[in-house]
Every structure is written in C-alpha cells, then in structure tokens.
C-alpha cells in the first residue's frame, strides 16, 4: 500500500516519466519530480530538516551523462538519508 508514501523521482524529461507519474498518482503517493540531479542531495536534506524526508526515490538510469550508481552509493551512505529507499 503506497497511499500518502512520499516518493522524490530522479528523471530527465522523457517518455518515461509519463507511464511513471501515472503510476505514482494512480498509487496516491505525494510525490515531486526532479529532472536535475545535482538539486538531488539538497532537495532530500532539505525535506529532513522540514521533518519531512522523502520514504522513497526512484532514479532513472538515463540521466544524460550522470552515472546513477555513483549518485545512489553516495546516498545510501549518508546517515542523514537512512530510512529512505533507493529504487
């Protein structure tokens, strides 16, 4: 059950990201889209000081020259970002 999860997706503005905001409404997860990886770090620690960090973030693999797994190994280690899931 997603209803209310608050989702931060990571994708350049591509046919993929229709399907996936769909999914995310259709869920009723509270969710913002970011298109620009470097906002990615302050956007998230910015919603942890808000006491209200993002559950989830979705990264597109396809991020035009970024390589994602260096963006996610680089969250999964920051202990301020713990209890979020990184798909």
């Known amino acids: ?42 956007t998230l620690h910015r919603a942890v000081r808000r006491g209200q960090p993002f559950q989830i973030v979705i990264i597109d693999v396809d991020l035009h020259g970024v390589n994602a797994t260096v963006i996610a190994s680089a969250l999964r280690f920051d202990l301020n970002l713990k209890g979020t899931a990184l798909v």
């Open 1 to 42: 059950h997603l209803e209310g999860v608050s989702v931060l997706l990571l994708a350049p503005n591509t046919s993929a990201l229709g399907p996936m905001r769909q999914h995310l409404e259709s869920w009723k997860c509270n969710w913002k889209h970011l298109d620009d990886p470097s906002e990615l770090s302050n």
